[in-house]
């Protein structure tokens, strides 16, 4: 007879999760596996909430396993290590991003891009080795392979820090992978929410110049005064959009929502490339004769490996990128996600678990 979450795995652990696609978070026992030779188990202390989310708790996308505890962007302190374990012990803070295992053989594991392996597990919402669903960050314990584990430095607070497992993988990855990391380089974001301000702050931090592209106009002073945008263009004024025709050597595209590719491509100089880490529900045109004509790409991205991850960590912490958060307990996370929802946050929610979280084993 199969078992249930409560009872599959010896650790008994307490988390809140979404019974069904209504989406509606509550108090949820389950259990996570006793600590293994190659293992670390944190005490959560902090978990950003993450658009995705929203998305996977309504089975927006139709592939959620229900019961869903969310989460994947996991900061706690280390309270376990198995005896194989070498780089973290007790006390350590940590982090755990998206992916809590990977093949380790095939040739982007190889590469440290365990974000392409096919045979990657997801932190949640995926199915473990040992054919049981993992479960997320909304949770009072973690227990994760070493090797995707991060170290969390000194200097890099938790609760402002944790939407960097998600959001700021996902948009220093791509700008370092297609070189939009040089100083003096001239960089549009497209979209002010969470993706977008982290995006601003580390072009800012590799000393490019920065112009935030919206389509709401009430964005500019946030963008420029608060995030230190160089300057700002209101995509719905066609003068402001034409006037800088050829100006960006790239575009971080963050929007989800659909919209046309062609006046950005506009943007970007000859050579110059249009980065999507948005994923619209529905299809892009793409405008061929401006890519081929300009020799521009149209490029996307999506996370990072575990070795650029804890690279960007690093570098986060070293240049104060730090994202803008509203920290809320666990009992205000349906209503934080109504907020999300409706893009009633700036710019992202994380959940003090550590001390609104109440064990009910």
């Known amino acids: 007879?199969?078992?249930?979450?409560?009872?599959?795995?010896?650790?008994?652990?307490?988390?809140?999760?979404?019974?069904?696609?209504?989406?509606?978070?509550?108090?949820?026992?389950?259990?996570?596996?006793?600590?293994?030779d190659c293992d670390v188990q944190l005490k959560v202390l902090f978990c950003g909430i993450c658009h995705s989310d929203l998305h996977m708790i309504k089975s927006d996308w139709g592939f959620t396993n229900f019961p869903l505890v969310p989460g994947h962007e996991i900061v706690g302190v280390v309270t376990e290590v198995g005896k194989n374990v070498k780089k973290f012990?007790?006390?350590?803070?940590?982090?755990?991003?998206?992916?809590?295992?990977?093949?380790?053989?095939?040739?982007?594991?190889?590469?440290?891009?365990?974000?392409?392996?096919?045979?990657?597990?997801?932190t949640y919402n995926s199915r473990d080795r040992d054919g049981t669903i993992t479960y997320g960050g909304y949770s009072d314990i973690m227990v994760c392979d070493e090797h995707f584990v991060l170290h969390w430095p000194h200097n890099l607070p938790p609760d402002v820090g944790a939407p960097l497992l998600c959001a700021g993988i996902t948009t220093y990855s791509p700008m370092r992978y297609f070189?939009?990391?040089?100083?003096?380089?001239?960089?549009?974001?497209?979209?002010?929410?969470?993706?977008?301000?982290?995006?601003?702050?580390?072009?800012?931090?590799?000393?490019?110049?920065?112009?935030?592209?919206?389509s709401n106009i009430s964005k500019k002073e946030e963008a420029v005064q608060v995030l230190g945008a160089d300057s700002f263009l209101f995509s719905c004024d066609k003068d402001q959009m034409q006037a800088a025709e050829g100006t960006l050597d790239g575009?971080?595209?963050?929007?989800?929502?659909?919209?046309?590719?062609?006046?950005?491509?506009?943007?970007?100089?000859?050579?110059?490339?249009?980065?999507?880490?948005?994923v619209p529900s529905q299809k892009l045109d793409l405008p061929i004769l401006q890519i081929v004509s300009g020799?521009?790409?149209?490029?996307?991205?999506?996370?990072?490996?575990?070795?650029?991850?804890?690279?960007?960590?690093?570098?986060?912490?070293k240049h104060?990128?730090?994202?803008?958060?509203?920290?809320?307990?666990?009992?205000?996370?349906?209503?934080?996600?109504?907020r999300l929802a409706r893009s009633d946050i700036k710019y992202r929610f994380v959940i003090d678990i550590a001390k609104s979280m109440r064990p009910a084993y």
């Not at 982090?95 to 045979?119: F, I, M």
Request: neutral net charge; glycine residues 12%.
């Open 295 to 317: 020799r521009k790409v149209v490029a996307g991205s999506c996370i990072g490996g575990l070795k650029e991850t804890q690279e960007m960590i690093y570098f986060a912490a």
């Open 179 to 214: 070189g939009l990391d040089k100083p003096g380089m001239h960089i549009g974001v497209v979209g002010l929410g969470g993706l977008g301000h982290v995006a601003v702050k580390f072009a800012k931090a590799f000393g490019c110049q920065v112009t935030v592209i919206s």
């Open 89 to 122: 012990k007790p006390g350590d803070k940590a982090g755990v991003g998206c992916l809590v295992q990977s093949c380790r053989e095939c040739e982007s594991c190889k590469e440290d891009l365990e974000n392409h392996c096919p045979g990657q597990i997801l």
């Open 251 to 278: 575009i971080i595209d963050t929007v989800s929502a659909v919209h046309s590719l062609e006046p950005l491509l506009n943007l970007v100089k000859h050579h110059g490339k249009l980065i999507m880490v948005g």
């Open 320 to 338: 104060r990128v730090l994202p803008k958060v509203e920290v809320i307990p666990i009992d205000y996370v349906n209503i934080a996600m109504e």
């Open 1 to 36: 007879m199969e078992k249930s979450p409560e009872n599959e795995h010896p650790v008994k652990a307490f988390g809140w999760a979404a019974m069904d696609q209504s989406g509606t978070l509550s108090p949820f026992n389950f259990s996570r596996r006793a600590t293994g």
